[in-house]
Structures are given as C-alpha cells and as structure tokens.
C-alpha cells in the first residue's frame, strides 16, 4: 500500500513541473498562441487546486481506495490523450482532466497511508517515504522534461506516465484489494463541493491569470472578489450541514491548523525556487533544457537526504522537531540563491545553494503530512489529507505568481541577462523570507508534544485503523 501511494503520489508531483522547460518545443509543434502557451501549466494547477477537497472528503465515504484507483485511471488516460494530441485545445483539456485524476488520486493515496499505519513512528516513517517520493517527483519532473524533450521529443513528458500509473494501479491491486474499506451511508455535502470547488477553482484561476493582466486588472479584482464571496458562503454553509465537505472544528487542532498554513508558505517558496532557478539556468547561464534538468539532480538528492532525516528525528519526537531548523535552512539556502549572478555558473551560483535549501526543504516537507493528520480520526482521514494537498497546490500557485509578478516589476521591459537576473534574485530572496516565516509558524502553533488531537469524541474503532482489517 505504501508503494503504490508512494508512486501515484511520485506521478502526480512530476506533472506539476515535468511540462515547463518542454513548453517552447509544446509551442512549435501544437502551434500555441503566445498567451495560450501558459494555460498548459496553468489548467493542472486549476482543476488540481480546485477539486481538492471535494476529492478528499469522497475518498472518506465512497472508499479510498475506489478514488485512488479511479483518479489514476482518468489521469493514465489523460495522459495518453495528451500524447496524442494535435490541437492545442486537445493537450490543454487532456491536462485539465489530469488534474481531475490528481484531484481524487492524492488525498486518497496519503489518506490510506494515514488510516493504514497508526501514529507513531511506523505512521511517521511511510509519511516520511510518501513526502521524499512526493518533494523528488516535483525536483526530477525539471530533468525529465528536460531530458525527454530533447533526446524524445515533448510528447513524452506525457507518454512517459502510463507505465507509472500502470505500476500504481497494480501495487494497489496487492496492497489494497478490493472491498476492504467499508463504505459509509453519508451524502455528500453537494452545496459545500459546489462552493469549494468554485472557489478554489475561481482563486486558482484569478491567481495564474494575473501574468498576462496584472494584479489590478478589473478582470483580476473581479475574479478574486468572486472567489472570496463563495468561499466565504462555503464557510458559512459547512457550519450548518451535518455532514459537512470540512468539518471547521478539524481547524481548531494546533496541528492541523498549524500544518496547513506552514505547507502554504513552504510551498510557495519551493515551486518559486523551482521556476526562478530554471529561467536563470536557461536565459542567464544560457544552458540548454537538458542541461538545466540535469542540473536539479542535486536538488532532488538534497530533498531525499533532508526527508530520510527529517522521518527519523520526527519518529523519536515531533513533527515540530525537524520543521524549524529545515525553515531556516531552506531560507539560508534561498537568500544565498538571491546573490545569484549574470556572470556566474553552475558550481558557484547553483549547486551549493541548491544542496542547502534542497536538505532544508526536505526537512520540512516530511514532517508536515505527519503534522496535518496528527491526531485526526480515520473516518476524517481523506478531509485532512485534501485540506493538506489544497494548502500546499494554493500555496504553490499564488506564491508563484505573486513572486512572479514582483520579478516582473524589478525587470521591467529589459530583456538583458542582468537585468532578468535582478529580477530572479529578487523573487530568490521574498521566498527565502516565506520559509523564515514559516519557521515563526512552526515555532508559535505547533504543539511541543503529541498529545493534541482534532476532536476529542473521536477515538477510531480498531477495526477503521486498517481499512476494516482488525489492526
């Protein structure tokens, strides 16, 4: 079980980042529109964000295992439809709908592991693998891209999923098989899905749009203003339903609460790091795209190595443990990226501050799933586990953009090496300010101890620990 949520989870990470450094090659061959270019980044992010929760909280009541499946199954063909594709329309929906799949897939894959293993350091070290699998898929997701494009041509960035998929759905197939989760007789908050969806969805998509329109573009404000009104009117309503999408009371858990709000703000340094670093490599350091993917391999080594030591403290005391000194670290690692060059290289300007905030990061985002599902019963497993995904895929987008959007002011119109460099290096140093603030998160809300849990009348059953196998 561990296996097959640590590969669907892996999939699903490359996804996020695998397309980036192939769009140029996407462009040439589909015929993309400058400004339409982008929406093949850009309607993953929205479909994922947006569908979070409404997969998470299914997950919980029509069967974990049954969304893991059925979520990698539309993503795997998906995928295949995105390989194919001859028009620009055909690859853009194709990764709308694997951002569907990713929307079912993830919170139902760290789901099973939260029910399957209870807390402790055997639940702290398959969160641990599932985190490594999870921080390495988005880190090799640049080189593969890179990599593919050039020696396969772009439409491997897609075809290259089906036999990832293909090994996911038969490692669930032992680990997991069917029938083991009792299904509940609970609706689904349909008013509640509506509203987050539509929020979420309308957030991501104000958010991603404001490369091209601005920040206050009336298009942008309204879109935005929409977006806060329906998740303020979900809010509202989840407090009036018996069976809610999120159960508000989840939040007052410091570790819960406490876990999000830290995996927004990491989030949202690391996917900046990822798209800074990447531009300075190609349109500064004028490396090629096989160059710059082969480049993040440090990178993915550094996240594995801080995840292996971040399980392993987090067994013996607390996810809060690892948390602060990985924040600072990552933030260390980032601020030295700010001092980044026109006429540096490689060894002097990439690989060293790549190592320390890859091992800070690594240490941050193991710990965390532990942290957002610390003390949450199983029957809620998937709601904490699509709350967890929602706050990191948010995190990520709109600290992605907004950091975009404050390189765009230093720069300008200039399109000189030093000039885009100023601009990076000034994304570089606002996300290593995230990750110090994230460490101030960790430090003020996160509990000293284990002993929080997220709703004191919810003691698990034993036969819920495993999916209906007596634990």
């Known amino acids: ?19 980036n450094v192939a769009l140029p090659a996407i462009r040439s061959g589909l015929g993309f ?22 997969g998470g909280r299914a997950c919980d009541l029509y069967g974990r295992r049954r969304l893991f499946v059925l979520g990698l199954a539309v993503f ?48 702290v070290r398959a969160l641990g693998v599932w985190s490594a699998v999870n921080a390495a898929g988005g880190a090799l997701g640049v080189l593969a891209g890179g990599l593919l494009t050039q020696y396969a041509g772009w439409r491997w960035i897609m075809l290259i999923n089906l ?18 989760q009792q299904v509940r007789r609970e609706r689904l908050d349909a008013w509640g899905a509506v509203l987050a969806t539509g929020g979420a969805g309308l957030l991501v998509f104000g958010v991603v749009r404001t490369d091209t329109l601005g920040w206050g573009s009336p298009s942008t404000v309204v879109t935005l203003a929409a977006a806060a009104v329906l998740l303020a009117a979900f809010v509202l309503a989840e407090t009036r339903t018996p069976a809610p999408l999120l159960r508000l009371g989840l939040l007052r858990s410091r570790w819960v609460a406490g876990a999000n709000v830290l995996v927004f703000l990491a989030a949202a340094g690391q996917f900046t790091a990822f798209y800074f670093v990447s531009l300075y490599m190609q349109q500064v350091l004028s490396m090629s795209a096989a ?19 971040a399980t392993r403290v987090t067994a013996r005391r607390t996810p809060r443990a690892p948390l602060v000194p990985g924040a600072l670290l990552a933030a260390t690692g980032l601020a030295w990226f700010a001092l980044i060059s026109p006429d540096g290289n490689f060894l002097t300007d990439v690989l060293g501050p790549s190592l320390v905030t890859s091992i800070g990061a690594g240490l941050v985002l193991a710990p965390v799933a532990a942290a957002a599902t610390s003390g949450v019963a199983p029957r809620e497993a998937g709601m904490a586990s699509g709350l967890m995904n929602s706050s990191r ?3 990520g987008c709109i600290g992605l953009a907004a950091l975009a959007t404050v390189a765009a002011h230093r720069t300008g119109t200039a399109t000189a090496p030093a000039a885009l460099n100023d601009g990076y290096a000034l994304g570089l140093a606002v996300a290593a300010a995230l990750f110090v603030l994230a460490a101030v998160v960790a430090i003020g809300v996160l509990p000293r101890h284990r002993t929080e849990t997220s709703d004191p009348r919810t003691t698990a059953p034993a036969e819920n620990q495993l999916e209906g196998t007596p634990s």
């Open 33 to 54: 529109a400058p400004l339409d270019l982008s929406w093949v980044v850009h309607v993953y992010a929205l479909t994922f964000g947006g569908f979070l929760l409404l």
């Open 291 to 309: 160059a710059t993917g082969a480049a993040f391999l440090p990178f993915s080594i550094g996240l594995i190595a801080g995840t292996v030591v």
């Open 76 to 123: 795997g063909l998906c995928s295949l439809a995105g390989g194919l594709a001859q028009e620009p329309w055909q690859l853009i929906s194709a990764r709308a709908g694997q951002g569907l799949g990713a929307a079912a897939a993830a919170p139902a894959g760290l789901a099973m592991l939260a029910t399957a293993f209870s807390e402790g350091p055997r639940r």
């Open 163 to 180: 036999p990832i998929v293909a090994a996911a759905l038969a490692l669930v197939s032992v680990g997991m098989p069917a029938g083991t």
């Open 393 to 395: 895929q948010l995190g």
């Open 1 to 19: 079980m561990l296996a097959a949520a640590a590969v669907g989870q892996f999939v699903v990470a490359l996804d996020m980042s695998v397309v």
